[in-house]
C-alpha cells in the first residue's frame, strides 16, 4: 500500500471556525491532491499541487486554501467552515503523471461542520 | 467538456450472478486516461484497472474484465459469479493527457451482492 497517511481521520467543528487537514506521504511523489466526495457526487477535486510550492485550484476550490511547503506534506484549510463543506476528503498521490499512472489515495477524512 | 457518467445508481443481485456496471465518459482530447476504483464499506479507495486511450483491448483479471470502447465511449466493468466480498461502491474516472493527473469522477454506482 501506497504510504499516505491523513490526519485527522474524524473531525466536527463550529461553522465559522479555521480547519486544517494534512496528508503526509513517504513515497516521495511529485503530484498531489485533495478531493471531496459528496453523495451523487462522486470525488471532485478540490485543491492539487506539482511540486514544493506549486499548487492550483481544481472544480470545487471556493472556500479552500492549501500550502505545500515540503514534497511529503500537503495541508487543506478551510478559512471559515460551513455546513456545506460537511464531507468525507481525501488526499491522493501520484507519481508519472505524463504517463497518467494511477492515484493512490489516502483513508479519508470526515468532517462535520455544525 | 469533460465528463464521466455512471447511470446506474444502485444495482443489487445475488451471489454468483455476473453484473456489469456500465461507465460513459466525454472528452475532446484524443489521449486520455480511464480508470476504476472500488470503494468497499470501510470507506478507502482502491485502485482496480487503468487504461489509455491507444489501447481498445478488453482486459480480464481473475473474476472481474473490463470493455473499453471509443465508438461508444464506454469504459464497462464486468464481475463475473459476484460474491458478497464484491460489495462496494465502484468509480470510473477520467484523466487527460498532459493535465497533472487530475481525476474527473463519476457518480458512482453501489453493488450489493447478496447471499
Known amino acids: 500500500d501506497a504510504g499516505i497517511t491523513q490526519s485527522p481521520r474524524h473531525k466536527v467543528t463550529e461553522t465559522g471556525t479555521p480547519v486544517t487537514l494534512r496528508c503526509h506521504q513517504t513515497?516521495?511523489?511529485?503530484?498531489m491532491y485533495w478531493y471531496r466526495q459528496d453523495p451523487g457526487h462522486g470525488l471532485r477535486l478540490i485543491h492539487y499541487?506539482?511540486?514544493?510550492?506549486?499548487?492550483d485550484k481544481g472544480e470545487v476550490s471556493d472556500g479552500y486554501s492549501v500550502s505545500r511547503s515540503k514534497t511529503e506534506d500537503f495541508l487543506l484549510t478551510l478559512e471559515s467552515a460551513t455546513s456545506s463543506q460537511t464531507s468525507v476528503y481525501f488526499c491522493?498521490?501520484?507519481?508519472?503523471?505524463?504517463?497518467?499512472?494511477?492515484?493512490?489515495f489516502g483513508q479519508g477524512t470526515r468532517l462535520t461542520v455544525v | 467538456a469533460q465528463k464521466v457518467t455512471q447511470a446506474q445508481t444502485e444495482i443489487s443481485v445475488v451471489e454468483k450472478e455476473d453484473v456489469t456496471l456500465d461507465c460513459v465518459y466525454e472528452?475532446?482530447?484524443?489521449?486520455?486516461?480511464l480508470f476504476w476504483y472500488k470503494q468497499p464499506p470501510s470507506g478507502e479507495l482502491v485502485f482496480l484497472i487503468r487504461r489509455n486511450s491507444f489501447d481498445e483491448q478488453n482486459e480480464i483479471s481473475g473474476r472481474y474484465s473490463w470493455n473499453f470502447q471509443k465508438s461508444t465511449s464506454s469504459f464497462n466493468f464486468t464481475i463475473t459469479a459476484s460474491q458478497v466480498v464484491d460489495s462496494a461502491v465502484y468509480f470510473c474516472?477520467?484523466?487527460?493527457?498532459?493535465?497533472?493527473?487530475?481525476?474527473?469522477f463519476g457518480q458512482g454506482t453501489e453493488l450489493s451482492v447478496k447471499p
Open positions: 472528452t475532446r482530447d484524443t489521449t486520455y486516461y
Open positions: 499541487s506539482y511540486g514544493v510550492k506549486d499548487t
Open positions: 491522493a498521490i501520484s507519481d508519472e503523471v505524463y504517463m497518467n499512472t494511477e492515484a493512490f
Open positions: 513515497e516521495n511523489h511529485r503530484y
Open positions: 474516472a477520467l484523466s487527460q493527457y498532459n493535465q497533472g493527473g487530475k481525476l474527473i
